[in-house]
């Protein structure tokens, strides 16, 4: 069974840094793109971030372009998204996601339960 | 502003057929990139509905299904029930942005 678990959400003042992380089981982790997508409480979804199974194919949305950092470590099955210079609107529940395929970006057929991010002062 | 359009709103009474339609450009559905379909229940994470324009992942009901013409597609539900009212995105990729793209979502009432 795939499972994708979050975690290293929370409260953080504007300005500073969070790192989520997600643990990966049921599935070879290494074949596979990966993905965060974030929802803003009551709001829809947003695509953050994608890194291709090998870590050589990365892209981001223009919203946290230059702030945001996704990495994984296939030893680990773990995915990563570093959070720097965080912002009042990347408030949101943030969801790791697995891509059905491994270079470019396709369709995510699992989810994890996500994990919220709440940045206010 | 999201790239793909979709009605804020649908609602049907159980039993009945609803369309949601999802509206790119040229750059996304118009220029041959597949979309995909994901259902959200109220407080639970987004579930794959519809992948590949019109194909159902195992355990999801034919009564789900996709299609995909021009630079736009959209999701048909039959015989509507009371568990489907939840939210429906559509999803694609945008060559020009180079980055996944979402609908604004659609949220369904069954009446």
């Known amino acids: 069974e795939v499972q994708l678990v979050e975690s290293g959400g929370g409260l953080v003042q504007p300005g500073r840094s969070l790192r989520l992380s997600c643990a990966a089981s049921?599935?070879?982790?290494?074949?596979?793109?990966m993905h965060w997508v974030r929802q803003a409480p009551g709001k829809g979804l947003e695509w953050v971030s994608g890194i291709s199974w090998s870590g050589g194919n990365i892209g981001y949305a223009d919203s946290v372009k230059g702030r945001f950092t996704i990495s994984r470590d296939n030893a680990k099955n773990s995915l990563y998204l570093q959070m720097n210079s965080l912002r009042v609107e990347d408030t949101a529940f943030y969801y790791c996601?697995?891509?059905?395929?491994?270079?470019?970006?396709?369709?995510?057929?699992?989810w994890g339960q996500g994990t919220l991010v709440t940045v206010s002062s | 502003q999201s790239v793909l359009t979709q009605p804020p709103s649908v609602s049907g009474a159980p039993g009945q057929r609803v369309t949601i339609s999802c509206t790119g450009s040229?750059?996304?559905?118009?220029?041959?990139?597949?979309v995909h379909w994901y259902q959200q229940l109220p407080g639970t994470a987004p579930k794959l509905l519809i992948y590949g324009n019109s194909n159902r992942p195992s355990g999801v009901p034919d009564r789900f299904s996709g299609s995909k013409s021009g630079t736009s597609a959209s999701l048909a539900i039959t015989g509507l029930q009371a568990e489907d009212e939840a939210d429906y995105y559509c999803q694609s990729y945008d060559s020009s942005l180079s980055v996944v793209i979402f609908g604004g979502g659609t949220k369904l009432t069954v009446l």
């Open positions: 996601a697995k891509d059905r395929g491994g270079t470019s970006w396709y369709y995510f057929d699992y």
């Open positions: 040229s750059s996304n559905i118009g220029a041959g990139h597949d």
């Open positions: 049921g599935f070879t982790f290494d074949d596979y793109a």
